[in-house]
């Protein structure tokens, strides 16, 4: 199976500065991942693109094609957005800070450091070094915080921890000439943590200068030009023009003969009068400190700011959560409002600059405010903890998570936008399930109860509850959805209630362990339990006689699961083994040894390497295929792994991350890291100021500097808790320590044809298709299983035509042609023609379809998911309609 990432669930943002492009996409950093929402179509997709790190800064260029991030070990990449792919590669020597493109496109400013350097930008030309260091300027005594190009890309604004601002003259970036020193911008009392350009909106001119600081206090200053500079000036305008002076265009260039000779005044000297060859026009003049205001928000801190040029706007972010918006030069407060109590990381204005978009880190929340009608237009927010739990609706739309934050949260997939979420349990929400009927979730928390959620009317319509307080750790419900169980970990029993009273039906006891595995089989009544007493226990609920059986295996049994047409059952151990029981006659059938596939991964505190500390890694959660062929394994690892049950066979290893700002995911340590007293990286010697910049990604510590709490200092620890593949088989999805990783079979061309000759070829095709053969042009399609050939085939074929073509379709063509179908459902607007190619093959391969139906299983429900969106989607159109047709005609006939 070609699964390829496809989306991050359940962090749209940790940390970082978040930046709008093409006025509508919001792009953020998500851990070593970048995120792209679309906030008119509100979709969101995850870059499949990795740092090394987690991403610190990033910075687009002006036309929104280029994308440059910097992480934390100070690499950069530079991406084409919208083919998604990694350009070019660059480190830098210090920590970035600030990072930013000219207006222009053609230069890329990076604060790294105390150094502030200026780069040319790369483009799509293949060059052996593609960033070229045009020029570096050492002027700042303390690290660089915050730029701003005017628009011009003339000058550019440092803000720096010394408390100044400088201005730098970027003409001529490639002269050898020495420069004056920058003019500096001084009397603030902190940081600078912002520096904007304002112009003259009737030259486009630079005329004043915003200074920001940490200690909420802004500063305005105005720029003068030289009164004898302006007198001068005065009296050229004001003289008629000499005779033999040339005239100038629309655009003020010199005009000239055909030779493109120019007759030049006298005093000519060839520069432009405007221009300063030193210094450009702001060297002809003097800076003034206009005003001085502060925000008012002491003792808070200012955390983010940015600057709308052309409405004349600011906004802030303040550590206390509160946000402001201000008009300039006046200073007129137009909101200042709280959206968390946690402070505000980023802070951002879009291009027309009605949209302002926040980002808290802490809670990893991304907001966009329309601040003129006081609306959101996006409001997401991510577990804060770990999620410990998926389930996947039985159409496959919906994703369902639940983490230790307490929360359970509903994702549409295809989206990947969180749409509600439930706030009521009080503890880590450990199990999910979703019933059959696609609208009502289970989930099962360490506070005791479980709790049936309605996701039409969004609440809690039932709660199970114990005699006395359990603690929850899995969670199942038989297949008519009348009897739920949920087993323990403190009292090592399985509670049976009825869905439709509520009401405790029954307690199986028998198990010695915490019971940390649950399922019915699809096929009966039988419920399958593991615990940690080393056995796996086989129930009948219905007829109350207790364990039915029991398998008795050598180390503690960690997940059980059933194959989806009930005749297998695997479970894994303690030791890194998976089991496979036939739970009919009892037997074993195979056993796969999977310590080595997911081995991999060394720790801080390892005293041995990876390739020798297998102990501890097994997997703690299992997932069978739609069709029962393979199984998905994941656990104590950074390795997902996809095995071949009958032939007991590695297929594939999928590595959920490359992020080394987690724990376990290098396999060899550097030596040179290493000191007497453990390793450097576990060593808390960071003396920055989290105030300023973007705060270590740990997730907040939690306690862990807490003497005797974690060996590792906190770092988070790389596994996957769940796996869940999809009910059509065509993604599954991991949650992980980054996240909710989403995998999908990619869609893009993949040549696996079959039954090949000499004719079957991609021009036999065109030439059946020109011949007006369809039927023959679609077998030969489906034989060569190129997809852009299958579906201009099924469109070649005439609507009358749909009933004989779809019966000679052989049976072994079936799932390749359903799957196209599907596919089609979904991004084609000829909903009618596809729906007869459904309803002819249902009929004419009806008895085949029902006796093949496992292996056909993946390819219905993709089809099903389709024409089930596509019905909700028409039906509240079609009932839209069909009242307004109502009003109309009773308004008529009052009439």
Request: aromatic content about 10%; glycine content about 6%.
């Amino acid at each position: 199976m070609n699964y390829r990432f496809q989306n991050l669930l359940g962090a749209p943002y940790r940390g970082g500065n978040a930046i709008v492009t093409n006025n509508t996409e919001l792009i953020s950093p998500v851990g070593n991942r970048v995120s792209v929402t679309d906030l008119i179509k509100s979709q969101t997709l995850t870059l499949p693109v990795q740092s090394s790190s987690n991403i610190s800064r990033i910075a687009a260029s002006p036309d929104g094609v280029f994308l440059l991030t910097v992480d934390e070990n100070r690499r950069c990449l530079f991406i084409n957005l919208r083919r998604r792919v990694v350009l070019h590669r660059i480190s830098f020597k210090h920590p970035v800070n600030a990072v930013e493109f000219s207006p222009d496109g053609a230069f890329i400013a990076v604060a790294t450091g105390k150094l502030l350097q200026i780069w040319r930008s790369p483009g799509f030309k293949k060059e052996f070094f593609p960033f070229e260091l045009v020029r570096t300027f050492a002027d700042c005594d303390e690290k660089v915080t915050a730029l701003d190009w005017s628009p011009d890309s003339s000058y550019l604004l440092a803000g720096s921890k010394d408390l100044t601002a400088r201005l730098f003259c970027m003409e001529k970036l490639k002269s050898n000439k020495v420069r004056d020193k920058p003019f500096m911008f001084l009397g603030h009392r902190d940081t600078v943590m912002g520096v904007f350009f304002g112009v003259d909106k009737k030259t486009n001119r630079v005329c004043k200068v915003y200074t920001v600081a940490r200690d909420c206090f802004m500063f305005s200053w105005a720029f003068k030009a030289n009164e004898v500079e302006f007198d001068e000036m005065k009296v050229e305008t004001s003289e008629p023009p000499s005779p033999g002076t040339p005239d100038r265009d629309s655009e003020g260039n010199l005009e000239g003969d055909d030779t493109g000779n120019l007759k030049k005044r006298k005093d000519y000297d060839g520069k432009d009068s405007n221009l300063d060859e030193e210094g450009g026009y702001l060297r002809k003049g003097k800076w003034e400190l206009l005003r001085k205001d502060n925000f008012g928000q002491a003792p808070a801190k200012l955390t983010a700011c940015d600057y709308h040029r052309g409405l004349d706007m600011v906004v802030v972010g303040f550590s206390n959560g509160v946000f402001g918006l201000y008009q300039m030069p006046d200073f007129v407060c137009i909101h200042l409002l709280s959206i968390s109590r946690e402070k505000i990381t980023t802070a951002v204005f879009n291009e027309l600059g009605n949209w302002l978009t926040f980002g808290c880190a802490k809670l990893g929340q991304l907001l966009v405010w329309e601040w003129r009608s006081e609306t959101y237009i996006l409001k997401q927010q991510g577990h804060y903890f770990d999620v410990n739990c998926l389930a996947y609706s039985p159409d496959s739309q919906l994703l369902a998570t639940g983490a230790d934050d307490n929360k359970v949260k509903v994702w549409t997939v295809s989206s990947g936008f969180c749409f509600v979420t439930f706030t009521e349990h009080t503890n880590a929400v450990t199990a999910l399930h979703f019933m059959g009927n696609n609208h009502s979730l289970l989930s099962a928390s360490l506070d005791g109860t479980v709790r049936a959620w309605d996701l039409f009317r969004y609440r809690n319509f039932r709660t199970f509850t114990t005699p006395s307080a359990r603690q929850f750790v899995s969670l199942a419900a038989d297949l008519s959805g009348e009897v739920i169980c949920a087993g323990t970990l403190d009292s090592f029993e399985i509670f049976v209630w009825s869905m439709k009273t509520g009401r405790l039906l029954d307690i199986l006891s028998g198990h010695e362990g915490p019971v940390h595995g649950l399922m019915f089989s699809p096929s009966n009544a039988v419920l399958a339990s593991s615990s940690w007493d080393r056995t796996v226990r086989l129930w009948d609920v219905f007829e109350g006689k207790g364990a039915v059986e029991s398998f008795t295996h050598t180390h503690d049994v960690l997940t059980v699961v059933y194959r989806p047409d009930g005749r297998q059952l695997a479970c894994s151990t303690l030791d890194g083994q998976i089991h496979f029981w036939d739970p009919i006659d009892g037997i074993l059938m195979y056993t796969i040894e999977g310590r080595r596939d997911i081995a991999g991964g060394r720790l801080m505190t390892d005293r041995r390497s990876a390739a020798n500390s297998s102990s501890g890694k097994c997997f703690t959660t299992l997932c069978y295929s739609a069709d029962g062929s393979y199984i998905l394994a994941g656990g104590s690892s950074k390795y997902i792994c996809m095995y071949d049950v009958a032939d007991q066979v590695l297929l594939r290893r999928f590595q959920i991350t490359h992020n080394l700002s987690l724990d376990g995911v290098l396999d060899f340590l550097n030596s040179k890291n290493m000191t007497e007293a453990g390793p450097l990286d576990l060593i808390d010697d960071d003396n920055s100021d989290v105030e300023e910049g973007v705060d270590k990604q740990t997730r907040g510590k939690l306690g862990y500097d807490l003497p005797g709490s974690m060996p590792n200092n906190g770092r988070p620890v790389v596994r996957t808790k769940c796996l869940r593949l999809a009910p059509t088989g065509r993604s599954f999805a991991a949650s992980t320590t980054e996240g909710v990783l989403v995998y999908s079979i990619d869609d893009t061309f993949i040549f696996d044809p079959t039954d090949l000759d000499i004719d079957v070829t991609p021009e036999a095709v065109e030439a059946a298709l020109n011949e007006d053969q369809p039927s023959r042009a679609l077998l030969l399609s489906l034989r060569l299983n190129v997809d852009n050939l299958i579906k201009k085939s099924i469109f070649a074929v005439s609507p009358v035509d749909i009933p004989a073509v779809a019966s000679s379709v052989p049976q072994r063509y079936l799932q390749r042609l359903i799957d196209a179908l599907a596919d089609l459902l979904e991004s084609c607007a000829h909903l009618e023609f596809i729906l007869r190619w459904c309803q002819e093959l249902c009929k004419a391969h009806g008895n085949s379809i029902q006796q093949n139906s496992r292996n056909l299983l993946p390819a219905l429900k993709s089809l099903q998911k389709a024409i089930t969106r596509m019905h909700q989607d028409l039906s509240e159109t079609c009932s839209s309609n069909e009242y307004m047709l109502r009003y109309l005609c009773s308004t008529s006939s009052k009439k």
